[in-house]
């Protein structure tokens, strides 16, 4: 069974950080894409970022310059490091595994494993 579950998730001032990390098991995901997408109340999932396994990146406009996604192949493992967070960034922050190997997609149709989420709330 592939399992993705996602921790560090919580709540932060406005102009803080968080450090969120999606933890795979099951399979290994080197050489797959993977991605970090959100989704607010009342509004539709969206990418945040996403990492092929060499270390390519794509990222949403709203986030580059505060946020860096990473990955540690040996852990099967990715991160989203979030930096001044805006109220704005108030979401359920999910982590999601590519069905195909190759460039990170901004497509959420891309994404074939999809861990719980995990609740990010800035305050303002």
């Known amino acids: 069974q592939v399992l993705l579950v996602e921790s560090g998730g919580g709540l932060v001032q406005a102009g803080g950080s968080l450090r969120l990390s999606c933890a795979a098991s099951?399979?290994?995901?080197?050489?797959?894409?993977m991605g970090w997408f959100r989704q607010a109340p009342g509004k539709q999932r969206e990418l945040v970022a996403a990492?092929?396994?060499?270390?390519?990146?794509n990222y949403a406009d709203s986030v580059k310059g505060r946020f860096t996604i990473s990955r540690d192949n040996a852990k099967n493992t990715v991160y989203l490091q979030m930096n001044s967070l805006k109220p704005e960034d108030t979401a359920v922050y999910y982590c999601?595994?590519?069905?195909?190997?190759?460039?990170?997609?901004?497509?959420?149709?891309?994404?074939?494993?999809w861990g719980q989420g995990t609740q990010v709330t800035v305050s303002s």
């Open positions: 099951g399979r290994t995901f080197t050489g797959y894409p």
């Open positions: 990492i092929s396994s060499g270390g390519n990146t």
């Open positions: 999601a595994a590519d069905r195909e190997r190759g460039w990170p997609s901004r497509n959420e149709y891309a994404y074939e494993y």
